[in-house]
């Protein structure tokens, strides 16, 4: 059974630092992992959904995955105070290939110093 | 662009009583509707997977009896949670996905249950 795992449990940064934030997942044939964001006990803002190893943009955020090491991050580049709540890992198959069911991991809180 | 519209935001209902909740698709064509439980200090469980003309796949611990679904068409999904105990608190979320587009689930706001 996946298990994807977060770290760090919580992360707080100065405005302007950049900040990373690590997932890790057991399921070696996984190929669909996406970056979620959630406020406040709200629903889920999706963020980067990335495929192929690499990195891929989506205007501040930067997902990185490398599946030989389990391992996919999330870089906030230019963090803002809008952008603290808590960001969610998710992992499964693409379509085809098996089931497409998200495994999330418990999230990592993060949270900007003005 | 893709929206998803949970309803009810929040509902409070009585132990042993049952609650409905719907998800709408609106912008997209939902073929296939997730629907997923975030209790207290947890992270995000799959309750069920629904894909149209295909059968509903229920993960382990939670059974059809327990939470009906209904996914009559490609934009609703409705579930409802039966006999509603403390344990049933959360937050519920429908992630509708869109086959034709880039595949991505769209998770709508979702809907909060509070047991007294």
């Known amino acids: 059974q996946q298990k994807v795992q977060q770290s760090p449990e919580s992360l707080t940064v100065s405005e302007g630092a950049m900040a990373s934030l690590n997932c890790t997942f057991s399921d070696g044939t996984s190929n669909n992992f996406r970056w979620y964001r959630q406020h406040s006990a709200k629903g889920l803002e999706v963020l980067v959904s990335?495929?192929?190893?690499g990195e891929k943009e989506e205007g501040r955020f930067t997902a990185h995955l490398n599946r030989a090491n389990l391992h996919v991050s999330l870089h906030i580049r230019e963090p803002q105070p809008s952008d603290s709540a808590v960001y969610l890992c998710?992992?499964?198959?693409?379509?085809?290939?098996?089931?497409?069911?998200?495994?999330f991991g418990k999230g990592t809180k993060f949270s900007l110093i003005p | 662009g893709a929206l998803v519209y949970q309803y009810p935001r929040r509902t409070i209902c009585k132990s042993g009583t049952s609650m409905r909740m719907e998800c709408q698709a609106v912008?997209?064509?939902?073929?296939?509707v997730a629907w997923y439980r975030q209790s207290p200090q947890k992270t995000f469980e799959l309750i069920a997977l629904?894909?149209?003309?295909?059968?509903?796949?229920?993960e382990q611990n939670f059974t059809q009896e327990k939470f009906p679904i209904s996914h009559p068409n490609l934009s609703f999904s409705s579930m409802t949670v039966l006999n509603a105990y403390l344990e049933d608190r959360g937050l519920y979320l429908c992630?509708?996905?869109?086959?034709?587009?880039?595949?991505?689930?769209?998770f709508g706001a979702g809907t909060r249950l509070s047991v007294l």
């Open positions: 998710a992992v499964s198959l693409l379509p085809g290939t098996g089931s497409n069911r998200l495994t």
């Open positions: 912008g997209f064509q939902a073929t296939s």
């Open positions: 990335i495929f192929s190893d």
């Open positions: 992630g509708a996905r869109d086959w034709g587009g880039q595949n991505t689930l769209y």
């Open positions: 629904s894909t149209v003309n295909s059968a509903i796949k229920y």
